[in-house]
């Protein structure tokens, strides 16, 4: 690749890694670090290089042209191949919130078009300056945009049903998909395709973003205070009495008292952690010093984990309604274990 190619891809990607740098120092909570952001790029590249041969297979075997193809095929293609990535951290529980949802979307759809931009100024050196960063500029943009809105939307959805299934990124990666086939159709006209790109996606990105970390301070104080007042009633003795508690005698039928015994134990412990993830981002919020994790909390992560086992699935899925009534609440224990 010569040098001018570099300059040209340089000036195209510069305002998207601008755009990258500033969903980070937005973050109030400080979710993702800055080497976990350069791993979402380079997967997304990763990525781009793999969906080539697989494009070169489908385009090979379709029967229409190659306009015809980048507009109804390739979007399907290669939203999948960046969803796969996001799919693997929503399901493990690293990415739980809109907010990080968004940065590792956009990451990875940066470090995918970072790839596809080389090749494509790589094979059309006849291009003008012009027509190569602007077509740059726009698919950047774009890939960032579609995978973020693909993120978001299933981290939202499973986040409500942590236990579901896989149909639930199914919304997002067809909104994704929609937005790559009708960017790809206004290519013919690579100025209006970049100008619409740029006009609706950073600024949805952004509105949402702000919109996600607003939520996530709502559901920090609520949960906040209904956690508190759980120890409290368990400690005080009065938990039995509460919904929460006949709810957990209600399974006595189902249980032996050791195992409700657990049950309590888990709950309690539970809530504990619970509390201390929560310091942990009122603290990042705050821009204070984050304390490192103290042996007490991982003591206290590891008997959680043998109860846990203890109990047993069958329990654990008793549980779920006292400990897990949203994917937040999976995600909030990984934080401390990080």
Same mark, same amino acid.
């Given at each position: ?24 120092? *937005? ?38 042209e190659f306009q015809s193809y980048s507009r109804y095929v390739s979007p399907w293609i290669e939203?999948?191949?960046? #969803? ?25 759809g940066t470090g995918f078009a970072l790839v596809e931009n080389m090749y494509y100024l790589a =094979? ?15 698919? $950047? ?9 693909? #993120? ?30 009708? *960017? ?37 104080? =609520? ?20 919904? =929460? ?15 409700? #015994? ?23 919020? =705050? ?7 103290? $042996? ?9 984990? $043998? ?23 999976v995600w909030q224990l990984r934080l401390l274990r990080r």
């Open positions: 690749m010569n040098p001018a190619t570099l300059v040209h891809a340089s000036i195209a990607l510069l305002p998207v890694l601008l755009f990258l740098a500033a969903l980070l120092y *937005f973050d109030s909570f400080k979710l993702l670090q800055p080497r976990t952001v350069l791993a979402m790029v380079a997967i997304g590249a990763v990525a781009a290089a793999a969906s080539y041969p697989i494009n070169t297979f489908a385009y090979g075997r379709f029967p229409g939203e999948f191949v960046k #969803a796969v990535p996001l799919l693997v951290l929503i399901r493990t529980r690293r990415v739980g919130m809109q907010v990080d949802a968004a940065i590792v979307g956009f990451a990875i =094979s059309r050196p006849q291009a003008t300056l012009l027509v190569q960063v602007i077509r740059g500029f726009g698919t $950047a943009i774009m890939h960032g945009g579609t995978t973020t809105i693909l #993120a978001m939307i299933s981290v939202t959805l499973y986040e409500k049903r942590p236990g579901s299934g896989l149909y639930m990124f199914l919304p997002g990666y067809l909104a994704a998909v929609v937005l790559h086939s009708g *960017f790809n159709q206004l290519l013919v006209r690579p100025a209006l395709a970049t100008l619409v790109v740029l006009l609706v996606l950073p600024f949805g990105i952004y509105c949402v973003f702000q919109y996600s970390e607003r939520v996530l301070r709502d559901w920090l104080d =609520s949960d906040l205070d209904s956690k508190m007042a759980l120890l409290e009633s368990i400690q005080s003795g009065t938990f039995l009495d509460s919904s =929460s508690g006949r709810y957990l005698r209600s399974l006595r039928e189902r249980f032996r008292g050791e195992d409700l #015994a657990d049950m309590l134990c888990y709950v309690r412990l539970h809530g504990e952690l619970a509390v201390r993830a929560k310091g942990v981002l009122l603290l990042r919020e =705050s821009g204070m010093e984050e304390l490192p994790i103290d $042996a007490e909390t991982r003591d206290s992560l590891a008997e959680l984990s $043998a109860l846990e086992r203890a109990i047993g699935a069958t329990g654990m899925l008793a549980l779920r309604p006292l400990i897990m009534a949203s994917g937040k609440d």
